[in-house]
Structure formats: structure tokens, C-alpha cells
């Protein structure tokens, strides 16, 4: 059985920092971009940032413009973690976040659609 599984989400003042991690188990994920989605209160779920193999040992990364700069995804294949770092919290980062796996090279940041598993979500609460 494959799962994702979040955890590291709580509740932090703005300007702190929390790491989420996504343990994966089931299947090896080395092949399969990974990304952050979040989705806050009556809003659609959103990407936050991916990361795919781009050859030898180096990965792609991406991120959403509302977070460049402050959050800063990365994997450990070995471990079949995936891992989100986020600095400098604002309240407007407030959402539950979840992890998703693409059997696919690439990952695409428009749409929720093609991620072939996802977890369960972990809430990140940002006061003012």
C-alpha cells in the first residue's frame, strides 16, 4: 500500500520557521517528481513547490512566487522523504499542506491533476 505521510505542520509566529517532512512508503519515489501543495480555507488547493530529477545527482526545483525565497524544498531518495524548510512565515501562509508523488519526469504547477497519490495533510497556523 502506498502512503505519503506529513508531518512537522504546527503553529508559529509570523517571521518563524517550521520543516515539513513527507515520508513515503509503498514504492521507491526516486523516480517521481515531488512537490508541496496548500490549500487555505475556502480556497482552491494550490502548488507551493516541486522537485524532479534533472540528471547525475543534481534536481530541479520550483516554487510559487508567493514563496520564493523563503521556502526551499529538497528529498532524500534514500530515505523516500521529501521535505519543505519555511522561513520567514506570514500569516497569509496559513493552510493545510500536503505532499503529492507524479510518476512523471516533470511536474506541473497549474493544476492538482496527473499527482498520482497524495497525503493527509499537515496544518501550518501562522499568527500575526
Known amino acids: 500500500q502506498v502512503q505519503l505521510v506529513e508531518s512537522g505542520g504546527g503553529l508559529v509566529q509570523a517571521g518563524g520557521s517550521l520543516r515539513l517532512s513527507c515520508a513515503a512508503s509503498?514504492?521507491?519515489?526516486?523516480?517521481?517528481?515531488m512537490c508541496w501543495f496548500r490549500q487555505a480555507p475556502g480556497k482552491e488547493r494550490e502548488f507551493v513547490a516541486g522537485?524532479?530529477?534533472?540528471?547525475?545527482?543534481?534536481?530541479?526545483?520550483d516554487y510559487a512566487d508567493s514563496v520564493k525565497g523563503r521556502f526551499t524544498i529538497s528529498r532524500d531518495d534514500a530515505k523516500n522523504s521529501l521535505y519543505l524548510q519555511m522561513n520567514s512565515l506570514k500569516p497569509e501562509d496559513t493552510a493545510v499542506y500536503y505532499c503529492?508523488?507524479?510518476?512523471?519526469?516533470?511536474?506541473?504547477?497549474?493544476?492538482?491533476?496527473?499527482?498520482?497519490?497524495w497525503g493527509q495533510g499537515t496544518q501550518v497556523t501562522v499568527s500575526p
Open positions: 509503498g514504492r521507491t519515489f526516486s523516480s517521481y517528481s
Open positions: 503529492a508523488a507524479r510518476k512523471s519526469e516533470n511536474f506541473d504547477k497549474s493544476t492538482t491533476l496527473g499527482y498520482n497519490y
Open positions: 522537485t524532479r530529477w534533472s540528471g547525475g545527482s543534481t534536481y530541479y526545483a
